[in-house]
């Protein structure tokens, strides 16, 4: 599997991945599953990385007991593997997961498209239309700054699709298992982004 051949056996360090601004109303356990979720999703953390709780504690400047907590949410999520006496690693891409991933939209995302046509407001119309206005704008600008943007958007754009029929819950689960198809989507993310662009503006306007 070439994309896993690229990536796999690369150990990073911790230092300089990316962190963003805590949030209000995040505890320490929510910031530290944010942000490496965020550095593992976006490759900053490339599979196989070795995770060492000391350095992830310096580099969040938090105590063990949250980032512990953080590792095994992730691990919860199929993103780190828990190896005996070797502490914990990002887990590898696996082509089975991504699969999975992949047939789950397959099957549940026209499901959703066909409940709610005709059923939208004019209020939720706009909000999938600003999603698509910011993606489109997002095509134009740098590659490396605009990737983990169009992707975050990209998701909204899902969310919103769950949330406007009434599945919060089942898309925090999808969200889940589609996580090794979407790192999948950092590796390549240009023509992705334009093909995911125009299947969304398909989409508004079936």
């Given at each position: 599997y070439?994309?896993?051949r690229s990536l796999v056996g690369s150990e990073m360090c911790i230092r300089d991945r990316l962190l963003d601004v805590r949030r209000m109303d995040e505890n320490n356990r929510a910031y530290a599953y944010r942000m490496l979720r965020k550095n593992i999703m976006t490759l900053q953390l490339q599979p196989g990385c070795q995770l060492s709780e000391a350095e992830l504690c310096e580099q969040l400047a938090m105590s063990r007991t949250p980032v512990h907590e953080a590792l095994m949410m992730l691990k919860s999520e199929w993103l780190v593997d828990v190896l005996p006496q070797r502490g914990s690693i990002v887990s590898k891409i696996s082509v089975p997961y991504l699969n999975e991933g992949f047939?789950?939209?397959?099957?549940?995302?026209?499901?959703?498209l066909r409940g709610l046509a005709g059923k939208l407001t004019r209020e939720q119309l706009n909000e999938f239309q600003e999603l698509l206005n910011r993606q489109n704008e997002d095509?134009?600008?740098?590659?490396?700054?605009?990737d983990d943007f169009f992707i975050s958007l990209d998701n909204d754009f899902h969310r919103l699709l769950y949330h406007d029929s009434g599945y919060d819950r089942i898309w925090e689960a999808m969200h889940n298992v589609t996580s090794h198809m979407d790192r999948v989507r950092y590796l390549d993310s240009a023509p992705v982004s334009y093909t995911h662009l125009r299947a969304h503006e398909?989409?508004?306007h079936l």
């Open positions: 070439e994309m896993q047939a789950m939209r397959r099957i549940l995302e026209p499901a959703l095509l134009y600008l740098d590659q490396d700054a605009a398909t989409t508004l």
